[in-house]
């Protein structure tokens, strides 16, 4: 029982880890304009398989590290990933429920106000402008969204994930 509990962990704090490199891996401008946020993703599935064990704690501690990979302000990314990961624990039985194309909708309004606030703490500290390129990260985290389910859906399942 403890050595599939911590073959568990493992995996979460693997795929984890993934999303991360995914985030930080380079990629050429054209791509990188719509990069899915990986991270954010990975633990939005999280924090809706099991969110009694990743949360809030779990976004602020992954926000800050990417915060400091990243090299900007510490405190924008685990703060936007905190308030989002606190809207997916709030409403997690529901977002179970629903069908994958209603969840990719949730998922992309909440990528939205994630790369909102975000520019909006930009704005505040950098006076940067807005386009429209930062919003297309919204699109393709919403189009990704039904394959990252299914894969970490299949990951929790195969080794047991509770």
Do not use: C
């Amino acid at each position: 029982m403890m050595l599939q509990n911590t073959r568990g962990s493992l995996v979460v704090w693997f795929s984890m880890l993934l999303g991360l490199l995914f985030q930080l891996m380079p990629v050429p401008e054209i791509v990188d304009a719509s990069r899915p946020d990986w991270l954010l993703l990975i633990m939005i599935y999280w924090a809706m398989a099991l969110p009694h064990r990743y949360n809030i704690l779990t976004a602020w501690v992954l926000g800050t590290v990417l915060d400091v990979l990243l090299g900007s302000y510490l405190g924008i990314r685990s703060l936007t990933f905190s308030l989002v990961i606190y809207i997916i624990v709030l409403n997690y039985q529901k977002l179970r429920n629903f069908p994958i194309w209603q969840q990719a909708l949730i998922i992309a309004f909440l990528l939205l106000l994630y790369h909102l606030i975000i520019y909006w703490m930009q704005f505040v500290i950098f006076h940067s402008e807005f386009q429209v390129q930062q919003l297309l990260p919204v699109l393709s985290g919403m189009v990704i969204w039904p394959w990252i389910y299914w894969l970490l859906r299949r990951l929790r399942r195969r080794y047991k994930v509770r």
